[in-house]
Every structure is written in structure tokens, then in C-alpha cells.
């Protein structure tokens, strides 16, 4: 308190909050806890290799986070929100890398069957649609307690992307976006990219991280494209989902939903979420703030035989059952 006399009775007395930060995976993160029991930060694996390996960046949303949430453990609705026309050659392809088999699948089978398997931090839900022949196309998603995700769009070789989300109050938040590749550096031609919002994860961003495309300019729809090119006339994948999410209001009516069998992944995570905050109400510390090292965890895409159980599925695709990183 520097405009307090050296001699008075409150001096060295009084101070602001302060709360510990760490970095990891080029973000800060606080901890807001009992300083007597903190535990590590989440060994996301993008935080885990060189930085040539990772980009990081973060947007700003505008409703409430669990409601931000919902999209990224809903993998049905690319069948519609991100699916571009038949006949076109349009940016939801592009964004996302994707070949002509993976949008045909998604196309042809917009309801997937969904399985879910938990784990020490949370669960992974992975949804199956037809494919050729004998084989199915699985979409594979992680949700790591309190607010992380792992998308089901990486095929093999391909690079992995991963949410954090952080709640600004109870009507925004900020999305921390990251992508990895544990085998090699993310090339210059792919961080120009990102930047541009480009493989489906990333929004062109404007000063403050708040997205080019938003609700205050109404996304820049192109009612054109909407009746040739895509579903929604507007750009970017990531831009879809902040559409359809914000467009449900700040903070979603839940009472008027109608769920689904494709909305198991929305409903086991609200489940878990409950129990949760229920459980730290009555005095329980959540477990999965001890378990650091499991949230080492991958998920994705694979096309295997259908006559595989999900657990044989990620065992093939990621070498354990729940993804986890092990070497």
C-alpha cells in the first residue's frame, strides 16, 4: 500500500487475492482451490511435446459453457449443421480435410449408434455409421472433467484437436482450441491455416479473440450458399457450431428439449456433471483433479469391421480402451 504512512497498523497487513498459476500446453492456468490440496495440472497431451508440435489459440463464445459442451459430445448433428450439398465442393469438406468417403458415410447414415465406456476423468463416447461393405466409420469423442474435449476427426496420421472451455460468467466463456501431432511439427502451411480458420476447428479470429464471423454480424450468412452450397450458408465449421449454440439464447431452456437416442453423449455428461457439483456440495473433493496423467487421452475417427465391440475398437485405434496414452 504504497500511499500508506511506514509506521501505520495496517501496513503489510492488507493485500489483494492473489491465486498460484501454472503454464502447461501455452496456456495459464489458475487454481481456485484449498491451497493445502492442489493438485497437478491436466497432462493434456498437446502440453506434453515440443511446441513445434502444437498450436493454441482461444475464442470467445457467447452463451454458457455446458451449453457450448453439448455440440462437442453431440457428434450426430455434422450430419446436418456441417454437411455441404450433394454436388458441391464447399469449405465444411475443405476445413475439415476430409476425403469423399468420410462426407458420403456421414451423409448416408445421419443416425450413428452411440456407445460410451467411462473412465478416471470422465468418458468417451464413440458413434458408429455404416460404411462400405462390412466395415463402420467411428466417430470418437473424449470428455475430460470439468470442461475438456477431444474431437472424433482425426483419422490415423492425422492431426488431433482438443476444447478447454473457461467460463467468463454464466452467459460466455472462452474455448481454448488446440491442435497436436505427437510424430512431427505443425508445418508454417498448416498454422496459416489455422489461422484462417481452416481444418474445421479453428474461427477466423478479429482483435480481442473474438471470431470475424459472430452474432453481432449475424455469422456473415450467404443466403446463396445456404440454397447451393451448404446447410447454413455459413463459413467455417467452427462458426456453425457457435451458431447453432448461441442462437439457443445465453443459457438454454432445457425444459423444452426433446432428446434423443443420438443425444446420449448430452445426457451422460449433464449426468456426470451433476453428480459431481452434488458430490463437492456435500464435501467430496472430484477424483479426477488426482488423476493428472489420465487425461493423456486421444480420440478420433477409424474405419474397422462392424463385427467389433467399441472396446476392441479404440484398443485398435489407440491401444487402450479409453484412449489413453500409455507410451
Known amino acids: ?26 496456456m495459464v492456468w489458475a487454481y481456485f482451490g484449498p491451497p493445502e490440496v492442489m493438485p497437478e495440472v491436466p497432462k493434456l497431451e498437446h502440453g506434453l511435446l515440443p511446441p513445434a508440435h502444437c498450436y493454441v489459440t482461444k475464442r470467445l463464445q457467447q452463451c454458457n459453457w ?41 451423409r448416408n447414415d445421419p443416425m450413428p449408434r452411440f456407445t460410451i465406456l467411462d473412465h478416471e476423468v470422465g468418458f468417451v463416447v464413440g458413434g458408429a455409421r455404416r460404411a462400405d461393405g462390412q466395415e463402420l466409420y467411428w466417430r470418437i469423442t473424449q470428455f475430460m472433467l470439468p470442461s475438456h474435449s477431444i474431437t472424433p476427426s482425426a483419422m490415423p496420421g492425422e492431426i488431433y484437436y482438443g476444447y478447454s472451455w473457461v467460463p467468463v460468467d454464466d452467459e ?17 502451411k498448416e498454422r496459416a491455416t489455422f489461422d484462417k480458420g481452416g481444418y474445421g476447428q479453428f474461427a477466423e479470429l478479429g482483435p ?54 443420438t443425444d446420449i453423449g448430452v445426457v451422460h455428461f449433464r449426468r456426470l456433471m451433476l453428480k ?13 483433479a488426482q488423476h493428472p496423467w489420465c487425461y493423456r487421452l486421444r480420440s478420433g475417427g477409424a474405419v474397422l469391421p462392424s463385427d467389433l465391440s467399441f472396446k476392441e475398437v479404440m484398443e485398435q485405434r489407440f491401444g487402450s480402451a479409453t484412449g489413453k496414452v500409455t507410451k
Not at 497498523?9 to 501455452?26: C, D, L, N, Q
Open 276 to 288: 459431481e457439483a452434488k458430490n463437492l456440495r456435500a464435501g467430496q473433493e472430484p477424483p479426477a
Open 66 to 106: 455446458a451449453q457450448s459442451m453439448d455440440g462437442a459430445v453431440d457428434t450426430a448433428h455434422f450430419s446436418f449443421l456441417h454437411m455441404p450439398a450433394p454436388a458441391s465442393k464447399s469449405n465444411a469438406a475443405d476445413n475439415i480435410a476430409a476425403d469423399e468417403k468420410r462426407i458420403r458415410w456421414l
Open 208 to 261: 480481442g479473440y473474438i471470431p470475424v464471423r459472430n452474432r453481432a454480424n449475424d455469422y456473415l450468412i450467404d443466403r446463396k450458399a445456404q440454397k447451393t452450397v451448404s446447410f447454413t450458408g455459413i463459413r467455417g465449421i467452427a462458426e456453425q457450431d457457435t451458431m447453432a449454440q448461441e442462437s439457443q439464447g445465453p443459457i438454454a431452456d432445457r425444459t423444452t428439449e426433446h432428446l434423443t437416442a
Open 172 to 188: 460466455s466463456c472462452w474455448i481454448y482450441v488446440y491442435g497436436w501431432h505427437p510424430e512431427r511439427p505443425i508445418t508454417a
Open 1 to 26: 500500500m504504497p500511499n500508506v504512512e511506514p509506521d501505520a497498523g495496517m501496513r503489510g497487513k492488507i493485500s489483494i487475492k492473489a491465486y498460484p498459476t501454472r503454464e502447461f500446453g501455452e
